[in-house]
């Protein structure tokens, strides 16, 4: 069971190139579970922006099974690098899924893991753009527990 509440934490891409892109050493973010359901949960994630993150408040979708986190994370507003030099460019539909696998520390207030893009395609009007899988580490740390009702 994942704890209802907010959840701080970080990620970065394994590539170095990327991460440099970024113009930061991590990117922050802030998850709010927001409902479970047996060993399913869902909840809200925002990306903070000053330190490269996405636009928007996204969503978030996962799975428990034991000490094993799963889910998938997807932002309103898809950003992307589109060149050298680090340049951003948003476009108003969503992001590409990203896939977060993890595992609990004993007391199931902290969990560090995997993401990735998976290799896909995006369309820019009628052009479908080839985009590469994409791959880093995370962690994330229950700030505060959401009060029973």
């Known amino acids: 069971m994942i704890s209802l509440g ?24 802030e998850i709010i579970v927001t409902s479970t359901d047996g060993d399913r949960f869902n909840g809200s994630v925002r990306d903070d922006l000053a330190t490269g993150g996405t636009e928007g408040i996204g969503e978030i979708v ?44 004993t007391d199931r207030k902290t969990i560090t893991g995997q993401w990735q893009f998976r290799f896909g395609f ?16 995370w962690t994330m740390n229950l700030i505060e527990e959401a009060k029973s009702k």
Request: hydrophobic share 35%.
């Open 6 to 29: 907010t959840w701080k934490g970080q990620y970065r891409y394994d590539d170095k190139f990327h991460q440099k892109l970024k113009g930061v050493d991590a990117t922050n973010f």
């Open 62 to 105: 996962g799975k428990i099974s034991n000490y094993k986190v799963e889910f998938i994370k997807q932002m309103p507003i898809m950003t992307l690098v589109i060149d050298k030099k680090g340049t951003r460019k948003t476009f108003n539909r969503k992001q590409r899924k990203i896939y977060y696998t993890g595992i609990f520390s």
């Open 122 to 137: 995006i369309w820019i009007g009628i052009i479908p753009i080839p985009v590469q899988a994409n791959k880093g580490t």
